[in-house]
C-alpha cells in the first residue's frame, strides 16, 4: 500500500552533459514525486534521462539546477546518508566474476557495514529468495545472465533498503527469470514494505507497476496509473486477422495507412491503434480480400503499450521502410543444421540440433539463458568450431571453409561490436574495408548506411557516445556494408526501447522480403512473432520448432494453446525441467 509521504522528491531538477562536443539537457526542469510502498515505474525512449535521473537521486551526480531529496534527505547535501539508506542497481550491476556467490555477498556486506552477527540469517533469506542457495560456491562470471541478475539484487540487499532504485534490472534475461525477479520485487515490497522505483525497457512490466513516470527528452510528459494512458485510446484499437503467411507484409501495409498510429504483429492477427475510432480501410491498404474472408477488423481493449507508444509518437505515423533491391540466395536453404553438437571437456552444450532456414526467411533460436542459444549461434557465424555434425551457411562447410562463409554474412552482436572512440563515419569506413569494400562501391555504401539509417546528425559524434537506439542503427549499418545474403542478429534489441525495437523491426522486414535471411536470438517474446519459424531451447536441445501458432499449440498447458508466445515458453521450458 503506497503512503503519502513521497520518498523521492524532485523540484525543477536539470542535469547538462558535454557529449561529442555538444551540450546535451538530459533532465530538464523535471519535478516528480515516488510514493513509498510501492512499484513505480520509470520509463522513456532511449536519452530521456532515466538514468541520470536515478544516479542524481544516489549522489552519483550533481545536479546544474534544483534539488533531489530521497528520504526527506538532500541528495546534493547529504549523499553518503542517503547511499547508506537505499540500494541502487544500475544496469551493469559490479558484481566480480573471478569471486564466488558467497564471496560476493561477503564483500558487499563488508562494504555496507553489515555486522558479521547479522549476515548468516540474511545471507539464507537473500539466497532463498533469489534461488542462488545450490550455488553459492559457483564463481559469478559461470552463472546465466538471470542468475548474475539476480545475485546483484542480493548484494544490493545484504543492507535492507527502505527505498530501491533498480536501473533496467531485467533487459537480456529470459521470461523465465524475468517473473522470478518480478516476484522477488513484489515480495520486497509486500513483506518488507520497500519501496521501488524501477526503470525498464519492456512495457507489459511498466503496466504491472502501482503508477508510472514517462519520460521524453529531458522532461516528464505523463505520470499515473498505466490505466490512465491506455483509457483515452478506448474504441481506437483493433485486430484484423491475417493469413500466417504474409503476415510481416500485411502489418507494413496497414502500419502505412494514414489513419493508423500504430500496426504490430500479435498472434494471427495485426493489432491496430487508429486516430479516431472507425477501424482502418484495409482496401486502401491492397488486403480487401483479407478482412470479410477472416471476420474483419476487431475491437480490443487498448493496453499500456498503446498509450506510450501513441503520446511518444504524437500524429507521427508507423516506421514504413521499403525493401532493398531484391537480392539474397537461391536453390538450397542457406543455412543447414544437421546433428550439430558441441562439447566443451565433459561439457555438453549443443545436443544433436537440427533445422533449416530457408532464403528471405526470418527465423528465431529462442531459449533461457543457459540454454545453447549462444554457443549455436557461434557456431552458425564460424567464429567456433563444432564438435560433431553437419553445418553449411551460405553454401559452404562451416566445418572446413568457415572464412568464405563469413564473407557473404552480417553478424551484429548482443554487445554491438563497434568502436566506441571512433565516430559513425569512422566505424562504417572501417568495416567497409574489412568487407573488403572500395572506390565508388565503398562511398556508395557509406551514404546508403548514413541516410537510410538516419545517421548523418551523428556522423562525426564518437559511437561511444551514442543513445542506445543510434547504437543499434550504427551497428546494423556496420553489419550490412557489404549487402549480405545473410543476417546474425544475437538480441539485438536488449536495451533498447519500443519506438527503437518498432523501426528495428520494419528495417528486418524490408530486407527479408529483399530476400534476407535473418536468424535471430531475442528474449522479447512479442519479437518473436515477427518470426516466420522458431526454435525453442533448453539444456542445448530443441524443445520446440514451427511457426509462432505451432510452437503455441506445442506450449499447450491442460489441452489448451497457448494465448502467447510468452506463455508457451514458459511452459515448454517448465516442462523439460520438471521432467
Sequence with gaps: ?????????????????????????????????????????????????????????????????????????????????????????????????DLSVQENLDLYADLRGVAPAARSERYRELLEMTGLAPFTRRLAGRLSGGMKQKLGLACTLVQPPRLLLLDEPTVGVDPVSRRELWAIVYRLVRDQDMSVLLSTAYLDEAERCARVILLHQGGVIGQGAPEDFSRPLQGRV?????????????????????EVLDATLQGEGVRVVCRTPEPPDLTAAGLHGMGPDCGGPQPLPPRFEDGFVTRLRGDSPSPVIEPPARHGATGADPIQVDDLSRRFGDFLAVKGLSFHVGAGEVFGLLGANGAGKTTTFRMLCGLLPPSAGRLRVAGVDLRSAP??????????????????????RQNLDFFAGVYGLAGQRRRRRLDWALQQLELEVYAGAESGGLPLGYKQRLALACALMHEPDILFLDEPTSG??????????????????????????THFMEEAEYCDRLAIMAAGEILALGTPREIKDQGNRGGMPAESLEDAFLALVEGKAAA
Design 238 to 258: 483493433f485486430r484484423v486477422p491475417v493469413p500466417e503467411v504474409g503476415r510481416r507484409r500485411a502489418q507494413a501495409r496497414i502500419a502505412a495507412l494514414p
Design 496 to 521: 533498447v526501447d519500443p519506438l527503437a525495437r518498432r523501426e528495428f523491426w520494419a528495417r528486418i522486414g524490408a530486407l527479408a522480403e529483399a530476400g534476407v535471411t535473418v536468424l535471430v536470438t
Design 403 to 424: 572464412a568464405a562463409a563469413r564473407a557473404r554474412i552480417g553478424y551484429m552482436s548482443q554487445k554491438f561490436s563497434l568502436y566506441a572512440n571512433l565516430s559513425v
Design 1 to 97: 500500500m503506497t503512503t503519502a509521504e513521497p520518498v523521492l522528491s524532485v523540484k525543477g531538477l536539470t542535469k547538462c552533459f558535454d557529449a561529442g562536443g555538444r551540450r546535451v539537457t538530459a533532465l530538464d526542469a523535471v519535478s516528480l514525486d515516488v510514493a513509498g510502498g510501492a512499484v513505480t515505474g520509470l520509463i522513456g525512449p532511449d536519452g530521456a534521462g532515466k538514468t541520470s535521473l536515478m544516479r542524481l537521486a544516489v549522489g552519483l551526480l550533481l545536479p546544474d539546477a534544483g534539488s533531489v531529496r530521497v528520504l526527506g534527505l538532500d541528495a546534493a547535501r547529504e549523499p553518503q546518508r542517503i547511499q547508506s539508506a537505499v540500494g541502487y542497481m544500475p544496469q551493469r550491476f559490479g558484481l566480480y566474476e
